[in-house]
């Protein structure tokens, strides 16, 4: 079964800091990435996701990742972060008809 | 359009105590999911449910039932409490097609004494 992990628990990072978060997912073949993101006390959102094609992926609110195949990757990235987005950050990849979440990762920016 | 609902959102239990959270959606979709989220170990699946009459078990079923008896409902039922029980609780609903794509409840906190 597929599983992923995520490196970083806990991030600090100034206001305007770049942002990459890690993910590896286990095992090659057709794969869906994803990342959820849940805000203080709010419900997990989808930030983006990859199904096939262009390896970067664009999603909400500045945010994007790249699936590098070779590497089993799929990192989250952020040019220049801002207080609003402290917030838990989870990978997910597809099993079939379910997601296998990571641990998640606790991003907090400070002004 | 609610998307996604949960009832309750709060809840305290105490040990050997049973009871159901109730998860709605109205977006028509195929398949729902129960997770539970505890500090330091994401997500992880309790159940799930490809169509109406269907369930699954996921990575951590034991303790929790669950039934999916129309499209649009499905219960999470606790027999008997325990406090390794005690956990935030989502829900969430998706379409075959997209089964990474899961819209997400808002949640309900449970304590288990």
């Known amino acids: 079964a597929q599983s992923v992990s995520q490196h970083n628990h806990h991030v600090i990072l100034s206001e305007a800091a770049s942002l990459e978060l890690g993910c590896n997912y286990s095992?090659?073949?057709?794969?869906?990435l994803f990342w959820y993101v849940q805000y203080p006390g709010q419900h997990l959102q989808l930030l983006l996701k990859?199904?096939?094609?262009?390896?970067l992926v664009k999603g909400i609110k500045g945010f994007e990742a790249e699936f590098i195949k070779s590497k089993f990757s799929f990192n989250l990235r952020k040019p220049s972060v801002q207080w609003s987005d402290t917030a838990e950050y989870f990978c997910?990849?597809?099993?079939?008809?379910?997601?296998?979440f990571g641990t998640g990762t606790r991003l907090q920016v400070f002004p | 359009n609610a998307g996604v609902t949960q009832t309750p959102k709060f809840r305290v239990l105490k040990t050997g105590q049973s009871m159901t959270l109730l998860c709605a959606q109205d977006?028509?979709?195929?398949?729902m999911y129960w997770y539970r989220q505890d500090p330091g170990m994401g997500l992880r699946l309790i159940h799930y449910?490809?169509?109406?009459?269907?369930?699954a078990k996921g990575e951590v079923p034991d303790g929790y039932n669950v039934s999916r008896l129309k499209k649009q409902n499905f219960l999470l039922g606790l027999e008997s409490a325990a406090p390794s029980q005690t956990s935030v609780y989502f829900c969430?609903?998706?379409?075959?097609?997209?089964?990474?794509?899961?819209?997400f409840g808002p949640g309900t906190r449970l304590t288990v004494l």
């Open positions: 969430a609903s998706s379409t075959p097609g997209l089964a990474g794509t899961q819209y």
């Open positions: 095992y090659g073949g057709t794969v869906n």
């Open positions: 990859y199904f096939s094609g262009d390896p």
């Open positions: 997910a990849v597809r099993d079939t008809d379910k997601l296998i």
């Open positions: 977006m028509n979709h195929e398949y």
């Open positions: 449910s490809v169509g109406e009459g269907t369930t």
